[in-house]
Structures are given as structure tokens and as C-alpha cells.
């Protein structure tokens, strides 16, 4: 049984290597139907690692207050409406003001995304972000220390001179040193390193390493441009007292806004779960997407493999009434047949993986997304060739099994 199987796969790459270019365009048509499919879901999968990590690190019990919600956009990509910004004077009552049981709040802004830093001779681009923060902005945004330690509040209340630096300065300005006690030097400020914070690469071009926080009035005292934009976020250390607490914070904010019962927000309240929610929901769009645009592709190939099929059949003629002549089976010929559609198939379908898979690495590369080799995608475009490969190759192998051999013997 098996040295009649192996036969018939020895026959069937023979057949496949007289009509190569026949096959080789078929292939191609295959592949690239499997490239479509591996290739858009390998870079929206490598999307949604990134920017879900990124938020889930937050955890679900934590929700900002913001200028905006993330959804509000008009018809033509403007805002329908104009909010105020999130104001020091707003920031400094709401902590004041909102004392629910179990929070912790904390405040931040960005004071630059230019700034150069110096230590010694040595200084970096003027690339660093600068952010001013309060004690809890660590634990709030999910935010490691690797070295040294997290602002105390009396670093905050103090205004002490220090700071906590990304990983990248271990490359950019202390190679060969501890940077713990060093001193850096922002605008001329002189700030002392008591940490430095997990790697986290980078998110949509933006670099998460190379960033200086330094405390919030400290850089309220070097970055005094107009309508600083500040960011609130409460981590709630009970799951289930998040709603409450959700709503003790809007109620709160809405009094320092002075809002009369009957108006909307002015202000955006987002949850870390709420934006994990709509990014799998856009990834779905996405992936459904990739699944209508090769099958529609598939189906063109198998149209195209069911012809290169059936002219094999028409041109082998002869060849089939020869081996049915020496005894060869009806279920002999057509497995032969579909051997050979099953083998073109497969060879489409590493084609369109192979292509699938670099697509979805440069995608991921280009816009330093985490690149994750997608297996199912691959376990599906295996299955859905073999099954096209199945459904093309079932009428050209049932018309070879049928021919009649004198008939064929005497097809010229």
C-alpha cells in the first residue's frame, strides 16, 4: 500500500516537473492568495501585541482623566467639539477633592520632547522627553524601576533636584558607569539620578526609553509655556470598587468645571480596558478584512488550479489508457491526480507563508512593532490549500478515472 502511495507521488512530481510553468504560475496564484491572508494578519497581530502591551501594563483598574475621550472625532477627522485643557489649577483641586477610599492619584505633563541632557562632556540629542510626575505616576502607569528607586513624596513636596531616566542613557551617556548619585544636567538644572526604569522600546516611532521625569513642580518651574495640557490617573486598588470610583471622579470633576447637570463632559475619562476593547475590535475589522480578500484570491486560484488540472488530464490522455491497460485501478488514476493537486497546493501555500511571515517582520520592523510569528494564520493557510486543492483537483482526477482505456489508447 505504501510503496503504491509512494509511487504515485513520484508520478505526481514527474507530471508537475514536464508542465513547470504551468505549475510555477499556479503556485504563484496560490501564494499569493496565502500572502494575503498571512501577510495582513501577521502585521495586525504584530499591532495589537504592541499597543495592547502597552496599555495592559496599566492594568484593568486603572482610568485617566483626559482632554478628550479617544473616540470623539467628527465626520472629516475634526473634533465635534473644543475641550479646555486639563489645567494645573484643575489638577490641584481634583487631588485635593476626590478622596475615595483605596485610590492613589497621580499627575503628569510633558514638559518637552527636545531636550538635550549632559553629563559631564558627554550630552545626548535633542530627542529627550521630559516629564513632570508626582509619586505615584510609576505604579499608575505600570511603570518598572530596574535601578535605584521611585520618588518619595517628600521628593515631590521638596522639590528636590532628582530624577529617574530611561534605559537608553545607559547607552547614550553611562556606557561603562553606574549612572545611581550621577548628576545630569537639563537647561542648565542640575538633577541627581536616584533611578532608572525598565526597558520598554518603542511605540509607533516613539521612543519610551530615552525620557527624564523629574518632579511635577520642578518642571512646572522650567516649562512655563501656555496651556500645559496635564494628564490624571487613578489606580483603584479594589476591581470591584472601580465603577464607583469611576464615577466619584467624574462627579468630582464635573465640580471643578462648574458644569450645570444638563451639560456633557468637557473632559475625556478612559479606562485601560475600555481602549484594549476597541483595539480588538478594530483587529477583528482588520482580520476579517485579510479573510475576504484571500478567499477571494484562493478562489481565483482554485478556479486556476482546477484548469491546469483538467488540460493535464486532456494531454495525458494516452498515458492513462496505457496504465489502465496494464491493470491500473479507477481509484489508482485519480489519486494520482489529486497527488498532484494536493503537492501544487502545498507548494502555494509555503510560498504564501514564507511571503506571509517576511511582510508581517518588516511591517514590524518599520514601525517597531513586537513581531510574533503568526501560527494560526499558518495553521489555517495549510488547511484551507489543502482543502481548495481537495475541492479543485476532485472533478479532473473523477474525469481521469473514468476515461475508457481503448478510447484513450487511440487519443492522439
Do not use: H
Amino acid at each position: 500500500m505504501f510503496s503504491l502511495f509512494r509511487e504515485n507521488v513520484r508520478i505526481a512530481l514527474d507530471s508537475i516537473r514536464g508542465q513547470l510553468l504551468r505549475t510555477i504560475l499556479t503556485i504563484v496564484i496560490i501564494g499569493i492568495g496565502i500572502w494575503a491572508l498571512v501577510g495582513i494578519l501577521s502585521a495586525v497581530k504584530a499591532l495589537e501585541t504592541t499597543v495592547s502591551s502597552g496599555f495592559a501594563s496599566m492594568g484593568s483598574n486603572t482610568f485617566n482623566i483626559q482632554q478628550y475621550e479617544f473616540s470623539i472625532q467628527g465626520n472629516n477627522g475634526k473634533r465635534e467639539r473644543i475641550n479646555p485643557v486639563i489645567s494645573y489649577n484643575n489638577v490641584r483641586e481634583f487631588v485635593d477633592k476626590y478622596q475615595y477610599p483605596l485610590t492613589k492619584t497621580s499627575v503628569s505633563f510633558q514638559g518637552t520632547s527636545a531636550a538635550e541632557v549632559r553629563y559631564g562632556s558627554e550630552k545626548t540629542d535633542p530627542e529627550v522627553q521630559v516629564y513632570g510626575v508626582n509619586e505615584n505616576y510609576l505604579e499608575n502607569t505600570g511603570t518598572e524601576i530596574d535601578k535605584g528607586r521611585n520618588f518619595t513624596i517628600f521628593d515631590i513636596e521638596n522639590n528636590n533636584k532628582v530624577c529617574i531616566i530611561g534605559s537608553d542613557f545607559l547607552k547614550k551617556l553611562f556606557e561603562n558607569d553606574d549612572p545611581i548619585n550621577k548628576t545630569i544636567s537639563i537647561r542648565g538644572a542640575k538633577f541627581k539620578i536616584i533611578g532608572v526604569l525598565e526597558s520598554k522600546g518603542s511605540t509607533f516611532g516613539n521612543n519610551q526609553d530615552l525620557k527624564v521625569l523629574i518632579p511635577i513642580q520642578v518642571a512646572r518651574g522650567m516649562y512655563t509655556q501656555a496651556n500645559i495640557n496635564y494628564t490624571i490617573s487613578v489606580k483603584v486598588g479594589e476591581q470591584e470598587m472601580m465603577e464607583g470610583a469611576q464615577d466619584e471622579a467624574i462627579i468630582t470633576f464635573r465640580n471643578i468645571r462648574s458644569l450645570s447637570p444638563v451639560e456633557e463632559n468637557n473632559f475625556g475619562i478612559e479606562r485601560s480596558d475600555d481602549l484594549l476593547n476597541r483595539i480588538a475590535t478594530i483587529s477583528g475589522y482588520l482580520e476579517v478584512a485579510a479573510w475576504i480578500i484571500s478567499i477571494i484570491t484562493i478562489l481565483g486560484s482554485s478556479i486556476a488550479l482546477m484548469n491546469i488540472m483538467l488540460v493535464s488530464v486532456t494531454e495525458r490522455t494516452r498515458e492513462i489508457g496505457v496504465r489502465k491497460a496494464l491493470g491500473a485501478k479507477r481509484s489508482t488514476i485519480s489519486t494520482q491526480f489529486f497527488m498532484e493537486t494536493i503537492v501544487i497546493g502545498q507548494f502555494g501555500s509555503v510560498l504564501g507563508i514564507i511571503l506571509g511571515i517576511l511582510t508581517g517582520f518588516a511591517f514590524a520592523k518599520i514601525f517597531d512593532f513586537e513581531f510574533t510569528i503568526p501560527w494560526a494564520a499558518m495553521i489555517w493557510a495549510t488547511i484551507i490549500t489543502f482543502i481548495v486543492a481537495v475541492i479543485a483537483g476532485s472533478y479532473p482526477a473523477s474525469k481521469a478515472a473514468r476515461l475508457d482505456p481503448i478510447e484513450s489508447l487511440r487519443y492522439e
